[in-house]
T-cell receptor
Framework: NAGVTQTPKFRVLKTGQSMTLLCAQD?????MYWYRQDPGMGLRLIHY???????AKGEVPDGYNVSRLKKQNFLLGLESAAPSQTSVYFC?????????????FGDGTRLSIL | GENVEQHPSTLSVQEGDSAVIKCTYS??????FPWYKQELGKRPQLIID?????GEKKDQRIAVTLNKTAKHFSLHITETQPEDSAVYFC???????????FGQGTRLTINP
């Protein structure tokens, strides 16, 4: 099993460009999450999904959109990239968290906005 | 909503000594508390977790303790080794919630 796979691993964008980050999991997890991690900072939740076709806002959703058309995939979109969105983006997935389940993380996408 | 505070932000210990990292949470309904280790440039990885019906859990050199009354939980690493150097994050969930709230992280450095 690959676990949680994120593509691409690195990307450099110019201000105003758009792009989509892809997260794929093969663990049949219901829940999926997108976080951003800035240097020396913790993990901040951008958006999450509790099942196919559902999405919800997290702590820092502005400037991002997400889609969960298939259970195994969770896409994060930047419509008009800004330098403030330079960060490392982590995707995670888990079984139902009703009674607490660990989240499994991908290797991250390092995104630089010039 | 839930708020998780983690201390200290940095910790330096001599190899072989013990390290303790503490987190406090605000929501008394929280019932799941995982700890993640993140090595430089890598993903966060779960190292141990504890549920609210348990006071302590051990796994070889690491242990986690939970004090529900005081709303805090701690990570204990004994006989530290250089490979323990990393950033450690605590987190808290609550029953029925769909998210984990993470602490700000502790950078642990093991000095040889």
């Amino acid at each position: 099993n690959a676990g949680v796979t994120q593509t691409p691993k690195f990307r450099v964008l110019k201000t105003g460009q758009s792009m989509t980050l892809l997260c794929a999991q093969d663990m049949n997890h219901e829940y999926m999450y997108w976080y951003r991690q800035d240097p020396g900072m913790g993990l901040r939740l951008i958006h999450y999904s509790v099942g196919e076709g559902t999405t919800a806002k997290g702590e820092v959703p502005d400037g991002y959109n997400v889609s969960r058309l298939k259970k195994q995939n969770f896409l994060l979109g930047l419509e008009s990239a800004a330098p403030s969105q330079t960060s490392v983006y982590f995707c995670a997935s888990s079984y139902s968290t009703a009674n607490g389940q660990p989240q499994h993380f991908g290797d991250g996408t390092r995104l630089s906005i010039l | 909503g839930e708020n998780v505070e983690q201390h200290p932000s940095t910790l330096s210990v001599q190899e072989g000594d013990s390290a303790v990292i503490k987190c406090t949470y605000s929501d008394s309904a929280s019932n799941y508390f995982p700890w993640y280790k993140q090595e430089l440039g890598k993903r966060p990885q779960l190292i141990i977790d504890i549920r609210s019906n348990v006071g302590e859990k051990k796994d070889q050199r690491i242990a986690v303790t939970l004090n529900k009354t005081a709303k805090h939980f701690s990570l204990h690493i004994t006989e530290t080794q250089p490979e323990d150097s990393a950033v450690y994050f605590c987190a808290a969930n609550k029953q029925g919630a769909q998210k984990l709230v993470f602490g700000q992280g502790t950078r642990l450095t093991i000095n040889p």
